[in-house]
């Protein structure tokens, strides 16, 4: 047991760490091509955004596993393995619109991790293979926005008890921070769910940006989730491990992609990152929606960050490697189990659609491929259909379109106040927040990527007592305006405070008869929200509690 201090009252958890768990790190050293196909969300036709695929050779827009097991080659390293693995690529955007693509760090990495937890009523559950045919989204293409407040509360990554599926699927999105040279600024996984703005990146990331998805695990036994793709399998409680809600009793492998990305190419260039679905990252901006309405838009984003998988092993290779492949170092050459390929990183798409065998998907070109629009929050991007026209020559079919998603009248219920980024700090211990109960729960082992050997999981020592938050009254004291949307966040121990706040401008209009209010008969009043990120004392940079 630990002591955890919390609203200056000290609360007993018994925590029950289990032995570590196995898993390998499934290496692809390449890609068999990138292309505006989707089989899952786009069948049959062209996808509206480009996708970087892994796996199979055999993989097109109609790709079944048995499709898939016929594959001539393949791009990950092991030669049993026939599955496609695929996600938006990165892309970078100059200040004319010109999108180049940002490299890869070879190999993409798949882990399968082997965590278990109990089933809704308590039964202990047995990790079992992915069968072949089985087929799952994780994250949601259109969010432009967060419903998270801040950082994750530790370094465990939860307990997340009450929070839902949907908010569950937003944790087991990361994009993490790499230097090389200063280890002691490593980062967890799926410890940022928003990608930073390019500046930040520029001076903190010298060896770019590791894009992580994690994928659910609790599953209800059916093949698919039908239009979704996800709506048969569930994340628990932990995320990554933990219990599985109703519904989901079985377990399997938690799947979770890895990509670095050479962002550092781009340092000092200025623009702005891209997914290539259209999910764009920037400053944040005073930014004009209607002629009478000014708010902030928040453009830290990279929440729209997803990927798809369809398992196709060789029969029954997958379920003997998830009962014999027990290293917990992660190392997939420490598996009997596997066989290896030549060359695969030489292995290419077989059948690509003549629509796309001259679509510049790398750049420079204009615009994303396929037309796809730049869309920024706070609502749901919508969704593009498949453009038909091809590009190439270095030009694209589409035009570099930006455009923001969201009513108006929703800016005060819906603004984002999304913490601000701090430099990297040394990775320390810290204590989960403390459960309204005394609970048991079972541990998970983070793995910080990029060939580090797992460490047995250690307890964490007692944490300091924090100072409550102050109210938003007094953040703003002696300053005019309404405040509308305010959020907390920490970093270590210092608790920083954003708030936005509705002020009123009066503007004159003469000739012209503009919307009457009891205080400005004759005027027209424009409405704008602000942010405030201050600190003790009104100014720059965050409000400090120690």
């Known amino acids: 047991m630990y002591r955890s201090i919390a609203n200056g009252a000290a609360a007993i958890l018994a925590l029950y760490v289990p032995a570590t768990n196995a898993f390998w790190r499934l290496e692809c050293s390449g890609s068999v091509g990138m292309a505006r196909i989707d089989p899952l969300m786009d069948f049959g036709g062209l996808s509206g955004h480009v996708h970087t695929i892994k796996g199979g050779s055999a993989f097109t827009s109609t790709s079944t596993a048995d499709d898939l097991l016929k594959s001539k080659c393949q791009s990950c390293d092991v030669a049993q393995d026939k599955s496609a693995y695929w996600a938006p690529p990165l892309y970078f955007m100059a200040d004319d619109g010109t999108m180049t693509l940002v490299p890869e760090k070879p190999p993409f990495k798949a882990y399968y991790e082997l965590n278990t937890g109990l089933t809704s009523d308590g039964k202990p559950q047995t990790v079992e293979?992915?069968?072949?045919?089985?087929?799952m989204i994780a994250g949601t293409n259109t969010r432009r926005n967060t419903t998270l407040s801040g950082p994750d509360p530790s370094e465990y990554r939860g307990p997340f008890p009450d929070e839902n599926n949907s908010q569950r699927e937003e944790r087991a999105i990361g994009f993490n921070c790499m230097n090389y040279a200063n280890p002691s600024l490593a980062e967890d996984a799926l410890s940022r769910h928003h990608l930073p703005e390019k500046s930040w990146i520029d001076s903190n990331c010298p060896d770019g940006i590791r894009l992580e998805l994690g994928f659910p695990s609790c599953w209800?036994?059916?093949?698919?989730?039908?239009?979704?793709?996800?709506?048969?399998?569930?994340?628990?409680?932990?995320?990554?491990?933990?219990?599985?809600?109703?519904?989901?009793?079985?377990?399997?492998?938690?799947?979770?992609?890895?990509?670095?990305?050479?962002?550092?190419?781009?340092?000092?260039?200025?623009g702005k990152f891209v997914l290539g679905n259209g999910d764009p990252t920037g400053k944040p901006t005073l930014a004009l929606v209607s002629d009478?309405?000014?708010?902030?838009?928040?453009?830290?984003?990279?929440?729209?960050?997803?990927?798809?998988?369809?398992?196709?092993?060789?029969?029954?290779?997958?379920?003997?490697?998830?009962?014999?492949?027990?290293d917990k170092r992660g190392d997939m050459r420490l598996c009997g189990v596997f066989e290896y390929t030549d060359k695969p990183a030489s292995c290419t798409l077989e059948n690509l659609p003549s629509e796309l065998k001259d679509e510049n998907t790398e750049g420079p070109l204009q615009g994303l491929p396929g037309g796809c629009e730049v869309e920024y929050g706070p609502d749901p991007a919508i969704k593009s259909k498949g453009a038909t026209g091809s590009s190439s020559g270095g030009k694209s079919a589409g035009k570099s379109v930006e455009k923001f998603v969201g009513k108006p009248e929703k800016v005060p219920a819906e603004v984002y106040s999304s913490p601000a980024e701090p430099a990297p700090a040394p990775v320390e211990n810290k204590l989960p927040a403390a459960p309204q109960k005394a609970a048991v729960v079972a541990a998970e082992v983070e793995d910080k990527g990029d060939d580090n050997e797992a460490p047995p999981p250690q307890l964490p020592p007692a944490a300091p007592a924090t100072t409550p938050p102050p109210?938003?009254?007094?953040?703003?004291?002696?300053?005019?305006?309404n405040i509308i949307s305010t959020s907390l966040y920490t970093d270590g121990r210092v608790v920083h405070e954003n708030v936005v706040v509705m002020h009123e401008v009066t503007v004159t209009e003469g000739g012209v008869k503009a919307k009457r209010t009891p205080e400005a008969k004759a005027?027209?009043?424009k409405r704008h929200g602000h942010r405030h990120h201050h600190p003790m004392q009104h100014g720059v940079g965050g409000r400090r509690m120690r």
């Open 471 to 481: 109210s938003a009254d007094s953040a703003v004291a002696g300053q005019a305006g």
């Open 220 to 270: 209800n036994g059916e093949m698919d989730g039908g239009e979704d793709h996800k709506s048969h399998v569930a994340f628990p409680h932990w995320i990554k491990a933990g219990d599985c809600p109703p519904g989901f009793d079985r377990r399997l492998p938690h799947l979770m992609f890895e990509t670095i990305v050479a962002t550092e190419k781009f340092i000092g260039k200025s």
């Open 129 to 135: 293979a992915f069968p072949n045919g089985f087929q």
């Open 292 to 326: 009478s309405l000014l708010f902030m838009v928040d453009r830290c984003s990279g929440y729209g960050y997803h990927g798809d998988f369809i398992a196709a092993w060789d029969e029954g290779v997958l379920q003997q490697a998830v009962e014999q492949c027990t």
């Open 523 to 525: 005027e027209h009043v």
